[in-house]
C-alpha cells in the first residue's frame, strides 16, 4: 500500500505524562483512507490531525455505519516501541465490517496503516508506568443519501492518544452495577461486533450506574436476562472455587483480545478455565457463599480491572473483601510486563515497530 505523508508544521508540546487520563489529547498526525465501490480502498494518507469535512447526508450520522477498533503501543524498557497483537484487531475489524455490509480492508493493510503512522508520532508514545500510546482505527459509511442500504463509500481513519489509566481508580477494585433492565445486545444482532451503535445502546444504563456510585455495568443476556455477558468496555471473568469462569462468546458479547490472552496464558499455566453459559444466580449464590474467589474485567483500556463490588437488584456484594485478589494481580502483572517488553513473550503476541 503506498501511503502519501504530509508532516504538521505546527507540531503540538508533548503532554505530561500525569494528565493524560484515557482519549483526551490526540496526536500531530492521523491516517485517512477513502472506499468507493467503483475504486476500492484508494488514497492512503497520512496527514496533521483535524477535523474531518463531511457530508450532512453521511449514512454513519443516520444509520449509525460505524465500527471501530482499540489497541495500543507500548514503550519498552530499550525505549523501543511494540504493538499487542494487532493482527487480532485487523481480522476483528474485518468481522465487524462484514456484519455491518462494510468495506473489508486486506489486515496487512491495517496493519500497516498502524505502523507507519505510530512510527511517525513516535515520540507521542509516554513511559511512565501504566502509559501507552492508545490506537483508534474506525471506519465510517460515507454515502451521500438518506437511503438505507450497505455501505458503497466509507472512510477509514487511525488517530492515536497518549493515555493513562482508563478507571479513575487506576489497579484499584472497581464497583459495578449488574444491570436488569436495560440490554446491550442480543444473539443475531451487533453486540459480536465492535461497532459505535453498541455503545450509544449502553449509555443510558452506565449513565445511571455512575450516578449511583459505579463505574460500570454488567450486561445479562437480552433474551433471559439471567446469563452474565461482559461489562460496559470489557470482558469479565470470575474466580470461583478455584476455577476461572468466563461467559463463552455466545454472539452477543465482544470477542475480546485481552480475554482470549488471558485465557491462552492460564491454560499454559494449567490453571482450569470453563468458558460456559454463568446464570446471575449461580453467581450469587457463589457471592453468598464465599466460593466467590475474585472478580475482574479484562480489554486494551481498562487491562485487567479487579471488581471489589457487585450489585445486583438492591443487593451489594463484596468481593475478595474489596481487594483486589492474588490471580487478579499475577494476571495483569504477567500481561502488562509482556506489553511494556519487561519480561519474555513465550506467546509471540508483541511486534516490534
Ligand atoms: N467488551 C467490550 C464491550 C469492549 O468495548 C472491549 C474493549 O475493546 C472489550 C470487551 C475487550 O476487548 P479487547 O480485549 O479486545 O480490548
Ligand atoms: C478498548 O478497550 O479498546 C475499548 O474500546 C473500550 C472503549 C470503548 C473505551
Redesign the pocket.
Known sequence: MEIKITRTECPKALPDSSTLGFGKIFTDHMFVMDYSKQEGWHDARIIPYGNLSISPACTALHYGTEIFE?LKAYRTPDGGVQLFRPIENARRMNRSAKRLCMPEIPEDDIVEAITTLVNLDRAWVPNDPGTSLYIRPFMFGNDETLGVHAVDHATFVIILSPVGSYYKEGLNPVKIMIEDEDVRAVRGGTGEA?CGG?YAASNRAGDRAEKKGYSQVLWLDGVERKYIE?V????VMFKISGKVVTPALSGS??P????KSIIEMLKKEGTPVEERRLSVAELAQAMKDGTLEEAWG????AVVSPIGELSYKGEVYIVNEGKIGELTQHLYDTLTSIQWGKAEDPFNWTVKI
Request: glycine share 22%; with cysteine; hydrophobic share 35%.
Open positions: 482499540g465492535k453498541n461482559e460496559g468496555a470489557m470482558n458479547i465482544l475480546g483480545i485481552t480475554r479484562c480489554g486494551t483500556a
